[in-house]
């Protein structure tokens, strides 16, 4: 009999710098959620395979005023998920302002809010350790772009209760003495047959490596290896990630691949400990492709949700606003149906700058997305749509004209550009309403069209997704309105789904 198999990726979307604890017979993940709102996404599994989303421990970005505009790439940068002393631990590295820290007693919260525990520029990647004497460390990469300073790992003491570190820090691994090593970062920390081991990439995330380091004691010296690389495989630069040992000791490695517009996406490796007591990953050290599965209870066929019908106004857990909301962007209602507020902004032209898009993941593979549309609104210059928005971005929607009528618009901006401009010729939406579709090919290549009463028709040309600098392509609604006074009115977006193409 055969046994079970899994594919790479196990999570197939933008799934950023990942992180993996279990508890028990639970597996639980974190990952980077940068400038969106809520932030620091949970997610479930009980076989390492078979995710869903179950929440967030960061409802809005602090400080407020920092996050109320968008700030694609900065933010919660890199996260660690541990589990200690009865309590879920999630460390990360704000490169602007430092390293911060929330927990709770269960995954679902509620969270503390954010703590910062080190003030500072630059200051990325932090994973803390509470080793068998009771003794507490925590280990930090660094950002170039804010403090100057790359390519090494600084370590601390800290309190057991995770509020202070308690000395000044020491470079612990500095991989400038490393021959070939450049831009290590992302180090996770554990201990395991007497060594204190960091799991770190380097090399950049498009071409890089997965590195392990061992000393014992944590402060060094460190040796290292290459654990996990390309090869002759299609997995560039398989990069950063967690180790977690399942109950029956089996032993997995969960990273990223970078994807361009798809952002980063997550694979799943085996893992081993080698003769030589260093880990060996994957199909002795390249990714695979595909492998066979845990050994752990068979689970049904689950990934992290797509699709929303808006029950009572509300949405999902799998969106996100670029920034933290404002009051009253989206309303609550006795129907089914998201219903979004027109916000008023002088940034109407630019969906790059407004805070109020809601936003998730753009799917890893060919997939057509759908949504149905009303705009309620009958100011003239009301506009509502959905997007793929990224560095570049484009839309498809209705704006309301100064005539009262409702006309079916295509837009788009190029990366170096500061406003849209029409991709297709406008045309009438008799009842204001239309059905959207955007259909996502190979390249993160999509192809815009909408059925506003006489079937689906193609508008404008194909247009390439592309990312920001950290962060992949994202699927967005909106509704917006030119400055003015008063309430502009709404739009209503029914029915949003996500098939494969």
Known sequence: ??????????????????????????????ASSFGRAPGLPLLHSRDLVNWTLVGHALERLEPAQEFDRPRHDCGVWAPSLRYHDERFWIFWG??????????APEIRGPWTRPHLLKAGKGLIDPCPLWDETGEAYLVHAWAKSRSGIKN????HRMRPDGTELLDEGKVIVDADRIPGWFTLEGPKLYRHDGWYWILAPAGSVETGWQGAFRSRGF?????????????????????????????????????FQQRGAYGRVVHLQPMRWGPDGWPVLGDDGAPVAVHEMPDLPPQPPA?????DDFPGGRYGRQWQWTANPGDGWATQHSGDGLRLTCVRSADAHDLRRLPSVL???????????EVELRLDSDEPGARAGLAVLGDAFGWIGLQRGTDGTAHLVHRFAEAVADAERDAAHPRLAPEGRARLRIEIGAGARCRFSADTGDGFRPSGP??????????GALLGL????????????????????????
């Open 152 to 155: 090494r790992l600084t370590g």
């Open 359 to 369: 936003t998730q993941r753009l799917p890893g593979g060919p997939r057509t997305v």
């Open 1 to 30: 009999m055969t046994s079970p198999t899994y594919r790479n990726p196990v999570l197939d979307a933008d799934w950023s710098d990942p992180d993996v604890v279990r508890v028990g017979d639970d597996f639980y993940l974190t």
């Open 303 to 307: 990934a992290p949700a797509t699709d």
């Open 462 to 471: 194909v247009f390439a997704a592309t990312p920001w600098r950290w962060v």
């Open 94 to 103: 704000d490169p602007d302002q430092g390293i911060f820290q929330v927990n």
């Open 478 to 501: 909106f509704a917006l309105a030119p400055t003015g006074q008063g309430h502009a009115g709404a739009a209503t977006f029914t029915r949003f789904r996500i098939s494969p193409s």
């Open 219 to 255: 402060f060094g010296p460190y040796e290292e290896k290459i654990v996990l690389e390309q090869k002759d495989t299609d997995v560039n630069g398989p990069h950063q990630g967690g180790w977690v040992r399942t109950a029956t000791g089996e032993d997995w490695f969960l990273h």
